[in-house]
């Protein structure tokens, strides 16, 4: 039997990859604002995590992969950030994962070992200027998931991908021209920034059962970034 995949927001980019990847193998469900163009094989249901609630979607009674793709960059000095950008940054980021992740308990709970896949940002680990904002967002995701690794083990598994810059729309301002891309790439040991590819192939690894020995990991996606010192 395929297992039920459940990605949310999961219509474009990453998502959209990962989606592709694991549609000949697995039942794959979207549940986003857009549909954009995705494959026959994938159901949708149309899903703002800011205002509706997983528990009102027809779900599979069983979600034995749950990724959460919502994100946000905002990029600025700390003096221009308001408060209210750090609240809906907090929101859209990491509340609404647990408000998701907690109306699909049951469902969670009934498959043998659920694996959960969220995303971070390097920028957690390494300091780096103008990401308080978001850098605070993911930190909160990436301190959720290994408490709830711990918790639900080993019903759950919990894993985070911590990415460093990915060319994806979210991202389309910082790498709108190949000189930006080719610029920000020098910045990573590895020569290049990422792709939805790069992400996604981790993020089916964990979802898969090459992976049943892996939990309460962030696993640094990011061309060398947060560990090489290529200065």
């Not at 205002?51 to 221009?80: A, R, T």
């Not at 920028?123 to 605070?136: L, Y």
């Not at 690794?149 to 389309?172: G, H, M, Q, W």
Request: charged letters at 20%; aromatic letters at 6%.
């Amino acid at each position: 039997m395929k297992k039920n995949i459940l990605l949310i927001g999961g219509s474009y980019g990453i998502g959209n990859e990962i989606a592709t990847q694991l549609k000949d193998s697995h039942n794959v469900i979207i549940a986003s604002r857009t549909k954009e163009e995705l494959s026959e094989e994938i159901t949708h249901h149309t899903f703002d995590v800011l205002k509706d609630s997983i528990s009102d979607l027809n779900l599979p009674e069983e979600i034995h992969g749950l990724v959460y793709c919502p994100g946000s960059i905002n990029l600025k000095p700390f003096k221009m950030m308001s408060p209210e950008i750090f609240q809906k940054d907090i929101e859209l980021n990491f509340l609404s994962l647990v408000n998701v992740v907690h109306g699909l308990l049951p469902k969670l709970k009934k498959t043998e070992q659920a694996s959960l896949v969220f995303f971070s940002t390097v920028a957690v680990k390494v300091g780096m200027p103008f990401h308080t904002s978001v850098a605070a967002a993911k930190g909160a995701i990436e301190g959720f998931a290994k408490a709830l690794a711990a918790e639900y083990a080993p019903n759950f598994r919990v894993n985070v991908i911590a990415p460093s810059l990915t060319d994806t729309s979210l991202a389309k301002k910082l790498v709108s021209t190949e000189a930006k891309k080719e610029t920000l790439g020098k910045r990573h040991p590895l020569q290049r920034i990422g792709t939805t590819k790069d992400i996604a192939a981790t993020a089916v690894f964990l979802l898969e059962d090459s992976s049943s020995w892996v939990t309460g990991q962030v696993l640094g996606v990011d061309g060398g970034m947060s560990t090489l010192n290529i200065s």
